[in-house]
Structure formats: C-alpha cells, structure tokens
C-alpha cells in the first residue's frame, strides 16, 4: 500500500502526527499488523517481542527540515520521535500493545536480517514467547534517479544483474517486510499454521579481514555460513537454493561466490545443483529491509516449490524441493523438525 494512504484513524493516531510521521514507520506499523493478523495472532495476548529496522528517514532530512515552521510549531523533540530510527520498534510495541523486548537494529542492509536473528534468539531465551521481525526502507531521494559515479555501487545501465557477466552495480528501491517468529512446540500447540521452520540462524562480524569498510571478506562470510549450518545440523550438499545478497556489484558478487563456492562446492563435488538467487534483481536494494524482504522470497519458494526468475536474467523459474536458505537455514515443515 502507498504510504501517502496511511490509515492513521484505524491505528489511533492524529492527522498531525500521520503527516510529520516517518513514512518507513507509517509503512512498518501497517505490515506488522498485517502481519499478526495473518498468523492469527491478537496483538497484546502473548509476550511479543519487538525487533524492527527502518533506514535513515529521508522524509525528515529531505522533506520535513526544509519547513522551519514546522519546528517552530512543533519542536525537534516530537520531529524526532516521529522520524528516527530509535524510536521505530518502541512506537509500534507501544500502537499495538506488545510488551516483550522491543529493538530497533540498524546494521545497513543487513538490519531486517540481524532483527530476525535477534528475534529468534530471544525465543530461544524465553525473553518472549512471540516475535516480530522485519524492517522498512522508502528512498525518497531515488524517485528522481540518481547521478552514476564510477567506482559507486549504483549500475551505469539502470539494472541490477546479480551474478551476471554484464552486472555493474544495484538500483535502490522501496520496500518493507516482517515475519512472524514463535517456537515450533508452542505452535503446534497452540494449532498454528506452520509455513517454515528456522533451524538455525548465526550472525558475525570479520573485521580487519574486510576488503574495505563497505566491502567484507571472503572469510568472513564463510565462517558465518559455516556456523548457520552447523547450528542447524545440515549438510550443505543437502541445499538446493541460497538466496543471496547479490548486489550486481563486480566486487560485492564477486567476495559472495567466492564464500559460496568454498563452503558448498570446494570439498566435495555437488551431486545435484544448486540455485542462487537474489531478489534485488526484481525489486532494487531496499536496504534496511532487504534482508527480510529475501526471507520471505525464500519461504514463498519453499511452500511453491518454486524459484522465481531473476529480472533481465537469462535463468528460468524451476520447480524442485527447497530445503534450506542461507543466513537463516530454513526446512519445510513435515510435522517434526
């Protein structure tokens, strides 16, 4: 839904404060309701933990900073609550009643990711017993294009190819995306619908072993797939689709296949193929919801039994039996883990 159609009656809040309001927050509230709803949850009724991203609010530095009055009226404190990025998680817990942890985690694009980590590692803890996870990111800056820069992470052509021969960087893009987190006991208790069970996720950092600051290291990235497998008890061979970063950058492509390939084909021979994909190719790098945007990619491949195609990309859908997906390691459900 366009952000400018914000129900804020629905949710209790002010025309007023609707309009000075975050769009990215505005967007996130509505899918985590959406969210609850879907999984057939009422807000308020388990110990429901909050963890959700949001990227720097444009619509503050872009929009809002450029009316004086409005801060004249209003004051930097409440344009503040409404527009930053500490305060996304807490005002949502706060709308909709949910009163376990709430975080807002702000690691760039891999923020939605790293909050669906935190969310399962709170179940794990018994911090709460439900979990929201997700993220939020609207680039109003971008709608008007953007100026090529050589050496940049912004593609020359206007297209992102993921792992193609003709790849020369990403294009930013809208989007928000959240799941709904709980232990497979209590859902099976409870007669949830169960969509995937998340065996494993592991979360790290290389450090000095970066490339540079905004580029990370092969080692790295390896160490982390290695952890997420072994948490899960999965044999890579067993694997049949990773959905990945792919940025369609030379040097970003070029340090995650490197990863990939060692951890899954370097050993041992793969006897059966194994299906990248990368959802920036269709939708852009909407950065602090990026990483959940591709979870939910993946699950839907899981419960169609369907990879979709990459946009401008010569692959074709297939059909086979996803089982498992990187950073998070995700199985089908089949009545037991």
Do not use: W
Request: a negative charge.
């Amino acid at each position: 839904m366009p952000f400018e159609e914000f129900d804020a009656e629905f949710f209790g809040i002010t025309g007023r404060d609707a309009e000075l309001m975050d769009p990215q927050r505005r967007l996130l509230l509505e899918c985590v309701h959406d969210a609850l709803e879907d999984a057939g949850e009422i807000p308020g009724r388990l110990n429901t933990g909050t963890y959700l991203a949001t990227s720097q609010s444009e619509y503050l530095l872009l929009h809002l900073a450029s009316r004086p009055d409005l801060f004249e009226t209003f004051g930097a404190l409440l344009l503040g609550m409404l527009n930053g990025q500490d305060f996304s998680a807490t005002y949502i817990a706060y709308k909709l009643d949910l009163q376990g942890p709430a975080l807002n985690i702000n690691t760039a694009c891999s923020s939605s990711l790293v909050a669906v980590h935190q969310g399962v590692s709170a179940l794990l803890a018994h911090e709460c017993d439900l979990a929201i996870a997700g993220g939020a990111s609207i680039a109003l800056a971008h709608d008007a294009g953007y100026s090529f820069q050589a050496g940049g992470i912004h593609s020359r052509a206007g297209y992102c190819r993921p792992f193609d021969a003709d790849a020369d960087g990403t294009l930013p893009g809208h989007g928000a995306a959240v799941v709904v987190l709980k232990r497979l006991a209590d859902a099976l208790r409870d007669g949830d619908e169960v969509g995937v069970i998340i065996a494993a996720t592991a979360t790290n950092n290389d450090g000095t072993r970066k490339v540079g600051f905004i580029a990370p290291s092969v080692s790295g990235q390896m160490d982390v797939i290695r952890e997420a497998l072994s948490l899960a008890d999965v044999d890579p061979q067993a694997i049949d689709m990773i959905e990945t970063h792919g940025t369609g950058t030379s040097l970003g492509d070029a340090i995650e296949f490197s990863a990939l390939r060692e951890v899954f084909a370097a050993r041992a021979p793969r006897n059966r193929p194994l299906y990248l994909g990368a959802l920036k190719a269709n939708v852009g790098h909407t950065n602090s919801a990026a990483g959940a945007a591709s979870l939910v990619k993946a699950i839907l491949s899981i419960e169609r039994e369907m990879i979709p195609p990459m946009a401008r990309s010569t692959a074709s859908t297939s059909r086979l039996p996803c089982t498992a997906f990187r950073g998070p390691v995700l199985k089908r459900y089949g009545g037991r883990v």
